[in-house]
């Protein structure tokens, strides 16, 4: 009897204690797309008593729970909520949650949510094999924008991206010409511009002009970072401007998007992509044929463009994909005005014998492997195949009418490759974390550029004229890169980080060939003919630093600063040009300075966003162009080394939606309104050069400024746009007169209004825009050699109308 009574005692106990025995429920929180730690998120235990926040790691613990069912509930202003059911039974348990971002393009187009309805956010501390803690950076989200994106408007995609100044000389989209900060939109030549992370430019140290830019149909997020940038992709004062393409769809085998567009002009768009996963392959492609006869005579154009992304996905860890770009296009070039012509009719044009050819062909494969949720791993192979040919009658004096003689020809023919590595390693300081960011790279460059005179007919005809005295210009130009670079995010306590980061360069870059001088009598012949050979090379070594620091007082706020050293090298277009009315100085030196940020911003959420901050640019050896009078008293363009220019000022850009604001129950209702204001001085602190000194730094408005409304209810979207630019100069000297050649003078203030339309219903969408509301007369730049020489002005009103359906 004693013994079953000590055997029932017994056995109470082991019931009661495996009843009221308590237990531990750990986790971490992490991001869907590239297992990033997330710091911040709420984490709501069942009904919501009970809650924790995840820390610099994305961990997070509740303790002292008896055995039982959870549900776990995660709330963060980037990721989308979820909810995960978590049993315990008799011991601790430790769980791993994936919160998808805001800002992913979902599949189905008849979702409607608003949360990351601006179309425009920015890039999170480490993202994508990247750290960008303490720097400052923006998003666009083409898809979620109500613009004009067939042409690839500009003024439009990239309106809340504060202080860029944008080059607009034909209403086709076929290449994108933004700067800022004083820096040279040229072709985008001061950004170290790629696409799905890897180099479209012609050559990225010799020759960093983009002839080619993605459709902005089939680009997923644009993706900017300024100054700091050279630490992780290269030495410019740019920053980082990167296309990333739309990623396959996982949820079906095909799917197919067809978007018909047209417009003003002539234009016609044809817009074709397919998608799909099956099993573990995963694909994109699409086509892109467009056309159009431009708003000024002689600006007919025709462009394709395909692209193909295959993926195959070997485990949840390990990827491997290819990507394959192919673009070609042919293009009519109007020529350049004077100020007289200008205001006389910028719709005119005197040349109708310029010509344009652009081939870019860009294979890549990228292999992509997470050892672990610590520990990553990329690899990136790419090249490029490209030319550029340029044919017309372009004489110094802008007015004069076309002779018929021999045309100038010009060819470019381009053939990179490299590679790049990355390696992300996430770890522990005792108890806080802290992410190691390391890569290599290794880049070969070749640039065959090639002068002479080309035919005397109308026509397209890139070959040059059989004769001894044809070819004036004949250069190789090889160049190599190694760099190697690390960053580390240090985070200090719950609120500060501290990033620190190292950049090592080796670039060597060579010209080989001879340029020629050519002595014509009255009658135009040639009389003499002399050819002087050359060979330049140039090898430099370097080390670059920065430090980047974030403070968040708040969850929705961060105080963040950055000092970077920038650096750019001297260009093939810098060591030799043929341009009878252009002189190198040959002791031009490389551009050498640093970066400064310091700003505030919000963490974005559905209602508002905004992000103020100040920059300071100290550009050292600036190289720039000049004119001058030699014995002969012709006015020529020196370009060289203008001296130190100092840029500074302050970018700000606010948004919210106000209508959602003040009636949050009506989530049917957007109306967003937004101010982009960039308020920049500029001058030349030091020069050599007489004149200069004291004057305002080319290429910067003091004031540039893009507004706008968007209003949406339902499906139904509209959007207004303003858009106003202060008077910029073209050169250091400040000329306002641009004479017979119109090369350098005043840019002028313009003020432009644009107005567009969406509407989407089952599977089509419908969408209008109508471009310079007001028919304003204006330009942005005024070119030095192609496709001018002189002024080139921007397009008139213009309408656009498309039509889009997913099957």
């Known amino acids: 009897m004693i013994r079953f009574t000590v055997f029932s005692f017994l056995v109470v106990c082991l019931f009661a204690t495996s009843t009221f025995a308590q237990y531990q429920l750990s986790g971490t929180v992490q991001a ?40 776990l509930h995660t709330s963060a202003p980037d990721f989308k909520a979820s909810k995960q059911t978590i049993a ?23 979702v409607t949510d608003k949360q990351s309805d601006f179309g425009f956010t920015r890039m999170r501390g480490v993202e994508s094999m990247g750290i960008y803690e303490g720097k400052k950076s923006e998003v666009i989200i083409p898809e979620q924008l109500v613009a004009n994106l067939s042409t690839n408007n500009a003024r439009q995609i990239y309106a809340r991206v504060a202080g860029l100044n944008i080059w607009e000389n034909e209403g086709a989209g076929l290449q994108l010409s933004i700067g800022g900060r004083g820096l040279d939109p040229n072709r985008s030549s001061n950004f170290n511009v790629r696409q799905n992370g890897y180099d479209i430019s012609a050559d990225a140290l010799g020759y960093p002009e983009s002839y080619y830019t993605p459709p902005t149909e ?7 970072v300024r100054g700091a940038a050279s630490l992780q992709y290269g030495t410019q004062f740019g920053g980082l401007l990167n296309f990333v393409m739309k990623k396959p769809i996982t949820d079906r085998k095909f799917e197919l998007t067809a978007r018909q567009t047209i417009g003003s002009f002539g234009f016609y768009n044809a817009f074709t992509s397919a998608s799909g996963t099956v099993g573990k392959l995963s694909y994109y492609t699409f086509f892109q044929y467009k056309k ?60 109708e014998r310029n010509w344009f050819k652009v081939n870019w062909t860009m294979p890549a494969l990228h292999f992509d492997h997470k050892f672990n949720t610590n520990n990553e791993f990329n690899l990136r192979l790419f090249g490029l195949y490209a030319y550029r040919y340029s044919l017309g009658f372009r004489p110094n004096r802008v007015a004069s009418i076309d002779d018929n003689s021999e045309r100038d020809l010009i060819k470019g023919d381009f053939q990179n490759y490299g590679a790049e590595a990355r390696y992300l390693k996430r770890y522990s300081i005792g108890k806080q974390q802290a992410v190691m960011l390391v890569g290599g790279r290794y880049y070969h460059g070749f640039n065959h550029s090639v002068q002479g005179l080309g035919s005397t007919g109308k026509d397209a005809d890139f070959d040059f004229i059989t004769d001894a005295h044809a070819i004036s210009y004949d250069y190789r130009f090889p160049n190599r890169n190694v760099s190697a670079f690390a960053e580390n995010i240090f985070y200090i306590g719950e609120k500060l980080s501290i990033t620190p980061g190292v950049r090592f360069e080796y670039i060597k870059t060579t010209a ?20 002087t050979t050359e060979y330049r090379t140039n090898g430099r070594q370097f080390l670059l630093g920065g430090i980047g620091i974030s403070y968040k007082p708040f969850t929705q706020l961060d105080i963040y600063g950055n000092l970077s050293q920038n650096y750019r090298s001297i260009t093939f277009t810098d060591m030799r040009i043929a341009n009878p009315s252009s002189v190198i100085d040959p002791n031009m030196q490389d551009e050498k300075g640093y970066s400064l940020d310091v700003g505030i911003r919000s963490t974005q959420t559905t209602l508002y966003n905004f992000d103020v901050s100040a920059f300071y640019l100290n550009y050292n050896n600036r190289i720039g162009e000049v004119q001058f009078s030699d014995v002969n008293d012709r006015v020529l363009r020196r370009r060289g080394n203008i001296g130190q220019a100092v840029i500074m000022g302050i970018e700000s850009y606010a948004e919210g939606d106000f209508l959602r604001l003040a009636n949050p129950a009506n989530p049917n209702l957007s109306g967003v309104i937004f101010a982009n204001v960039a308020l920049i001085h500029s001058t030349y602190k030091a020069s050599e050069i007489a004149g200069v000194a004291g004057n305002q730094v080319e290429f910067v408005p003091n004031l540039n400024l893009k507004s706008g409304l968007r209003l949406g209810y339902k499906n139904l979207k509209g959007s207004f746009q303003y858009t106003h630019l202060s008077n910029q100069f073209s050169d250091a000297t400040n000329a306002t007169d641009g004479g017979v050649s119109a090369v350098l003078g005043l840019i002028p203030a313009y003020t432009i209004l644009d107005a567009s339309l969406s509407y989407q219903f089952t599977r089509f969408r419908l969408e209008g825009s109508l471009n310079n509301l007001a028919n304003t007369a204006y330009f942005t730049r005024r070119a030095t050699g192609y496709p001018g020489p002189g002024i080139l002005p921007s397009d008139g009103r213009s309408f656009y109308l498309t039509v889009q359906v997913k099957l």
């Open 292 to 351: 159009g006869d431009g708003w000024r005579p002689n600006s007919h154009f025709t462009n394709y463009t395909a692209f193909a992304d295959v993926d195959y996905h070997f485990s949840e860890k390990t990827t491997l994909g290819v990507d394959i770009t192919q673009m070609s296009y042919l293009a009519q070039q109007p020529g350049g005005l004077t100020d007289e012509m200008f205001r006389e009719d910028p719709r005119q044009s005197n040349r």
């Open 218 to 224: 089939a680009v997923g997020r644009i993706q900017i």
């Open 512 to 531: 080989d060939g001879f340029y020629g001088t050519i002595t014509r009598d009255l009658a135009g012949n040639i009389i003499n003919s002399v050819s």
């Open 32 to 71: 869907r797309h590239d297992s990033a730690a997330i710091k911040g998120v709420t984490i709501y235990l069942d009904n919501g008593k009970r809650q924790a926040v995840t820390d610099s790691l994305g961990q997070f613990t509740f303790t002292n729970l008896p055995n039982g069912q959870y549900v």
């Open 88 to 110: 315990l039974a008799g011991r601790d348990q430790s769980i791993r949650i994936l919160v998808a971002s805001r800002q992913e393009t979902l599949a189905e187009v008849t």
